[in-house]
C-alpha cells in the first residue's frame, strides 16, 4: 500500500501542486525536460548576466545586459541582452547579477532574444558535470520525443519516444534522467535513454 502510495498518489499530487501553481501566476506550461528545452528552442547559450534588470524596449518588458561565452544553438554572433516579462505572473524570469546562467529561449522577429519560465534557465555552476557534457549532445536525440510519465501505468507511443519517469521513481521533475541523460536516436531508428558520461564514439550506456 505505501508502495502505491509512493509511486502513483505523489507524482499525481506533485503535478497537480504544479498546475496550482501555474494557475495561481496566470503562467501556464509544463516542465520540460532539458533535451527538449534545448531541442524547441531558437538560441541556447551561456551567458553571464552583467547588469541588473531594467525596463525593456517591448511591453510588459524587462531587460538583462549579458556577456555572452558560449553558444550552443542559434544563429552566427553574439548577444548581448536579453528580454523576458516583466513579473513571474507573465512568466517572467528572475536572473541575478553576475551570475552565469544556461539559457534556452527564443528569437523574437526583430532578432532579439527573450527567454520566460517555460524556457529552461539554469545557473551554470549548479548544473553537474554530466549534464553539462550533455548540452553538447542533446541535438543528436531532437529526432526524438520525451514523453513525461506522471502516474502508471504509462508508456511511449512509438520507438521514437523515451519515457521520462523522475516524477515516480524520484518523486522529483529534474532527476537523474533529466540530470543525467539523453534521448539518443539508435541506428534502425528508434530512440532510447544514454548516460552523459559515456562516449559517443565507443558506446553508450543505455538507461
Known amino acids: ?96 547579477k553576475g551570475v552565469e546562467y544556461y539559457i534556452t529561449g527564443r528569437l523574437n522577429s526583430d532578432g532579439s532574444l527573450h527567454v520566460s519560465l517555460c524556457n529552461y534557465v539554469e545557473p551554470w555552476e549548479s548544473m553537474s558535470v554530466i549534464q553539462k557534457k550533455l548540452v553538447q549532445r542533446y541535438t543528436k536525440g531532437c529526432g526524438c520525443q520525451i514523453a513525461r510519465c506522471t502516474s502508471v501505468p504509462c508508456g511511449i507511443s512509438s520507438p521514437a519516444e523515451c519515457l521520462w519517469t523522475d516524477w515516480l521513481t524520484e518523486n522529483s521533475v529534474y532527476g537523474e534522467q533529466a540530470k543525467h541523460f539523453a534521448c539518443v536516436k539508435r541506428s534502425d531508428g528508434s530512440c532510447t535513454w544514454y548516460w552523459g558520461a559515456a562516449s559517443f564514439k565507443n558506446g553508450l550506456s543505455v538507461y
Not at 497537480?16 to 541556447?44: I, R
Not at 510588459?60 to 561565452?69: A, E, R
Request: charged share 15%.
Open 1 to 96: 500500500m505505501m508502495n502505491w502510495m509512493k509511486c502513483c498518489v505523489f507524482p499525481l499530487v506533485l503535478l497537480c501542486m504544479w498546475q496550482l501553481q501555474e494557475g495561481a501566476q496566470a503562467c501556464s506550461c509544463a516542465p520540460l525536460h532539458p533535451q527538449m528545452a534545448f531541442c524547441q528552442a531558437d538560441v541556447v547559450i551561456k551567458a553571464k548576466v552583467v547588469a541588473g534588470k531594467v525596463d525593456g524596449e517591448f511591453n510588459n518588458s524587462i531587460k538583462y545586459d549579458i556577456k555572452q561565452t558560449k553558444m550552443f544553438k542559434g544563429p552566427d554572433g553574439h548577444f548581448d541582452t536579453i528580454y523576458t516579462a516583466s513579473n513571474p505572473s507573465t512568466c517572467g524570469v528572475t536572473l541575478t
